[in-house]
Each structure stands twice: as structure tokens, then as C-alpha cells.
T-cell receptor
Framework: DVKVTQSSRYLVKRTGEKVFLECVQD?????MFWYRQDPGLGLRLIYF???????EKGDIPEGYSVSREKKERFSLILESASTNQTSMYLC??????????????FGEGSRLTVL | SQQGEEDPQALSIQEGENATMNCSYK?????LQWYRQNSGRGLVHLIL?????REKHSGRLRVTLDTSKKSSSLLITASRAADTASYFC??????????FGKGTMLLVSP
């Protein structure tokens, strides 16, 4: 069964801390994505990567960075967490041919609270 | 940038009834997809309809697409309590990324 695994389901961090959210997929997908989901705002794209060591900004990249050193792993980094980054973070992946189809496979989400 | 917008925001029905959700979008699309999300979980892909298709079926799901009106609808027939979830439409946009609407929350009561 295909799987996208996010390392932490729930995290609580303090303002100013550096936060790493890890995502691993076992489907040999080239494309990976990070979204955040907030009530009333839906899902918004933060960053995405079409291949190893590649990254592209999404709609709301400010305050975030990403790392894609290996094909299966895509990390989201909050350099200095702030309370307005409290959110549900969703990682997704897609096979390269999926650029035409676009079907995404999602992880279970990481709910981050910044105090 | 938000592309799809679902309507209604929330829908409450009884088991056995049909549930219809609508999605409107703004720009031309390659395809439109519907996803489901159980409370506090990740999204799961349900069905994809291409821009040159008008209707598609998958089990109890029926999706229609009207590109002239830039709208789509998702029909779930004979709803079950287990169908309770949020449903999102998503369109394939620039950079081949998916843009999601804000979702319709469906509650199916036994």
C-alpha cells in the first residue's frame, strides 16, 4: 500500500524555535508538496519540489524553507516559529507523469501549535 | 491564489439521501479533482475528471463538469454515516500545482 508518512502528528513549540517537519514517501514519486490548512482558508501551497535538490515557492512561502536531499524525503523548516504559523501541515506527493493528471497522495498531517 | 470554491460550506442529510456539492472555478483547467478529508486526517483522492469529459462515475460517486460555466458537481448517492467528511475540489493550475477550494463539510446522520 502506498504511503506518505509525516514524522509527527502533533507538535507544540515555542515562539522563536526552529521547527522541522519531515515527510517521507515510499512510492518513488518525483514531486512533493507542502500545504498548510487553516479553518476558513482551506489548503494553501507553501513549497513544492519536482525533483531532488529542486524547490519552488508556492503561494505562501514567507517564514518557511524546505529541503529535498533525497527523493523520498521532503522537509519543511520554520526558521523561527511564530504564533501565526499554528496550523495543520499536510505533505503530499505525486509521480512525475502526474503533472498531467495531478493526483496527489497525502500524509496524515502534522498539527503544529506555536505558543 | 484560490481557484475552486465549493458550495454549500456545510451540508447535513440523513442516511440514504443523496448529497450534492458544487465547485466553481475561475480559469481554464486541464482537469478537476475531488478529495475527501476525514476530521483531523489527510486528504484522499476520490475522482478526477478531465476538461474534455462531462460526466464520470465511480461507485456511488458521480461527478459532472461544465467548462462553459466553470463549474463541477459531486453527487454521492445513498449516503452513509461513514461518508461524513469534508470534500474539496481541486484544479490543476500554473506549475502543474493543485489549487484547492475551502471545502464542503458533509454530515450524514444515521
Amino acid at each position: 500500500d502506498v504511503k506518505v508518512t509525516q514524522s509527527s502528528r502533533y507538535l507544540v513549540k515555542r515562539t522563536g524555535e526552529k521547527v522541522f517537519l519531515e515527510c517521507v514517501q515510499d512510492m518513488d514519486h518525483e514531486n512533493m508538496f507542502w500545504y498548510r490548512q487553516d479553518p476558513g482558508l482551506g489548503l494553501r501551497l507553501i513549497y513544492f519540489s519536482y525533483d531532488v535538490k529542486m524547490k519552488e515557492k508556492g503561494d505562501i512561502p514567507e517564514g518557511y524553507s524546505v529541503s529535498r536531499e533525497k527523493k523520498e524525503r521532503f522537509s519543511l523548516i520554520l526558521e523561527s516559529a511564530s504564533t501565526n504559523q499554528t496550523s495543520m501541515y499536510l505533505c503530499a506527493s505525486r509521480q512525475a507523469g502526474g503533472r498531467k493528471t495531478g493526483e496527489l497522495f497525502f500524509g496524515e498531517g502534522s498539527r503544529l501549535t506555536v505558543l | 491564489s484560490q481557484q475552486g470554491e465549493e458550495d454549500p460550506q456545510a451540508l447535513s442529510i440523513q442516511e440514504g439521501e443523496n448529497a450534492t456539492m458544487n465547485c466553481s472555478y475561475k480559469t481554464s483547467i486541464n482537469n478537476l479533482q475531488w478529495y475527501r478529508q476525514n476530521s483531523g486526517r489527510g486528504l484522499v483522492h476520490l475522482i478526477l475528471i478531465r476538461s474534455n469529459e462531462r460526466e464520470k462515475h465511480s461507485g456511488r460517486l458521480r461527478v459532472t463538469l461544465d467548462t462553459s460555466k466553470k463549474s463541477s458537481s459531486l453527487l454521492i448517492t445513498a449516503s452513509r454515516a461513514a461518508d461524513t467528511a469534508s470534500y474539496f475540489c481541486a484544479t490543476l493550475g500554473g506549475y502543474s500545482t493543485l489549487t484547492f477550494g475551502k471545502g464542503t463539510m458533509l454530515l450524514v446522520s444515521p
